[in-house]
């Protein structure tokens, strides 16, 4: 089954210095019926204005995992990480048994976009520590790429401690790319620009679909497409 989510039914806020799309509830938006997906809790797609910053908050038993869209995100915390990361990087910050962090939009002159997920973990009062990594275009182009994997399985991108995975990939016009899911897993599928069918279905920018009881997906380019997918149990 494929439940597609148009851009205008997914909450939307403008905070002056921040403009968000919140996937499921979040902060002030409150729906009992849209808590997530499987142990994926939050999907915010946020942009900040130039130089601006999320202030320093404090967060435990989570898994946060960024993924940077569009211009420079920083990142800094309460045990002394951080790091400025480019489009097409991946960050995971287990919070566990408790960190302060704060995401800031590194560039003076450009805003910044970047999608913010949390993963419940497998289990709570985990060390706190931050991983992260960069992918060229190219090594998104065409395929899925598993940018996240349960414990760096795939030795590929970043680890998560739970059984998630997270792929990005840049479809030309007319490619596609097929995945298959395990017996119990689904996943979260979020457009984040061009136009898609997935299995029939026809997305367009901004658009999201939650994937369940489907053995195989296959998704297809009508034009040049940026998008990401988060595989859980569902």
Same mark, same amino acid.
């Given at each position: 089954?494929?439940?597609?989510?148009?851009?205008?039914?997914?909450?939307?806020?403008?905070?002056?210095?921040?403009?968000?799309?919140?996937?499921?509830?979040?902060?002030?938006?409150?729906?009992?019926?849209?808590?997530?997906?499987?142990?994926?809790?939050?999907?915010?797609?946020?942009?900040?204005?130039?130089?601006?910053?999320?202030?320093?908050?404090?967060?435990?038993?989570?898994?946060?995992?960024?993924?940077?869209?569009?211009?420079?995100?920083?990142?800094?915390?309460?045990?002394?990480?951080?790091?400025?990361?480019?489009?097409?990087?991946?960050?995971?910050?287990?919070?566990?048994?408790?960190?302060?962090?704060?995401?800031?939009?590194?560039?003076?002159?450009?805003?910044?976009?970047?999608?913010?997920?949390?993963?419940?973990?497998?289990?709570?009062?985990?060390?706190?520590?931050?991983?992260?990594?960069?992918?060229?275009?190219?090594?998104?182009?065409?395929?899925?790429?598993?940018?996240?994997?349960?414990?760096?399985?795939?030795?590929?991108?970043?680890?998560?401690?739970?059984?998630?995975?997270?792929?990005?990939?840049?479809?030309?016009?007319?490619?596609?790319?097929?995945?298959?899911?395990?017996?119990?897993?689904?996943?979260?599928?979020? *457009? $984040?620009?061009? =136009?898609?069918? #997935?299995?029939? !279905?026809? +997305?367009?920018?901004?658009?999201?679909? *939650? $994937?369940?009881? =489907?053995?195989? #997906?296959?998704? !297809?380019? +009508?034009?040049?497409?940026?998008?990401?997918?988060?595989?859980?149990?569902?």
């Amino acid at each position: 089954m494929i439940q597609v989510r148009h851009r205008d039914e997914i909450y939307h806020k403008e905070g002056g210095w921040f403009s968000a799309n919140w996937h499921f509830s979040f902060d002030e938006y409150y729906d009992p019926q849209n808590m997530g997906f499987g142990t994926l809790r939050v999907f915010n797609d946020d942009t900040l204005r130039p130089g601006v910053a999320w202030p320093m908050h404090p967060h435990r038993d989570i898994e946060g995992l960024t993924y940077v869209v569009e211009g420079t995100f920083e990142h800094s915390d309460s045990m002394g990480n951080g790091g400025v990361l480019a489009a097409g990087s991946v960050q995971r910050a287990t919070l566990g048994s408790g960190m302060m962090h704060s995401e800031m939009n590194h560039s003076k002159t450009e805003p910044m976009r970047f999608i913010q997920m949390w993963i419940m973990p497998r289990e709570r009062g985990l060390t706190p520590s931050v991983e992260q990594k960069s992918f060229t275009l190219e090594n998104r182009t065409n395929v899925l790429l598993p940018a996240v994997s349960p414990d760096g399985a795939d030795g590929v991108g970043v680890s998560v401690h739970q059984d998630a995975w997270v792929y990005l990939s840049r479809l030309e016009e007319a490619k596609s790319v097929e995945h298959e899911f395990a017996p119990g897993f689904g996943a979260y599928f979020f *457009l $984040i620009e061009g =136009e898609v069918s #997935l299995n029939g !279905e026809r +997305l367009i920018s901004g658009d999201a679909a *939650l $994937i369940r009881d =489907e053995k195989r #997906l296959a998704i !297809e380019a +009508l034009q040049p497409s940026e998008l990401i997918m988060v595989e859980v149990r569902a």
